[in-house]
């Protein structure tokens, strides 16, 4: 059964820079697609960014996009989101999730970590 771990969340100033790390264990997720959701208090969980297993194809939502980048590092088993000029409405708990469906990463994800808590202060 494979495991997904993240670490790197923490309390950054608006402006500011953070960097979240996903780790997987247990299992072989290199033909994996994965990637990101958050929750906000009070809001639904919502996709955040993807890639593909193979780091070719990446995608994120539309009010991330040019802030936030996922990349992989396959040898690591590793899943990072570099996340820049950060908004307090980014605060949310951010979870890591791994499907094989890349196409369908939003909607179904097989596996999910426990989520690392962002809190962006203004």
């Known amino acids: 059964q494979a495991q997904l771990v993240e670490s790197g969340g923490g309390l950054v100033q608006a402006g500011g820079s953070l960097r979240l790390s996903c780790a997987a264990s247990g299992g072989t997720l290199g033909s994996y697609s994965m990637g990101w959701f958050r929750q906000a208090p009070g809001k639904e969980r919502e996709f955040v960014a993807k890639i593909s297993w193979s780091g070719d194809l990446t995608s994120c939502a539309g009010s991330v996009k040019g802030r936030f980048t996922v990349s992989r590092d396959s040898s690591k088993n590793t899943v990072y989101l570099q996340m820049n000029s950060l908004k307090p409405e980014d605060t949310a708990v951010y979870y890591c999730?791994?499907?094989?469906?890349?196409?369908?990463?939003?909607?179904?994800?097989?596996?999910w970590g426990q989520g690392t808590q962002v809190t962006v202060s203004s």
């Open positions: 999730a791994a499907t094989l469906d890349y196409s369908s990463f939003e909607r179904r994800p097989r596996y």
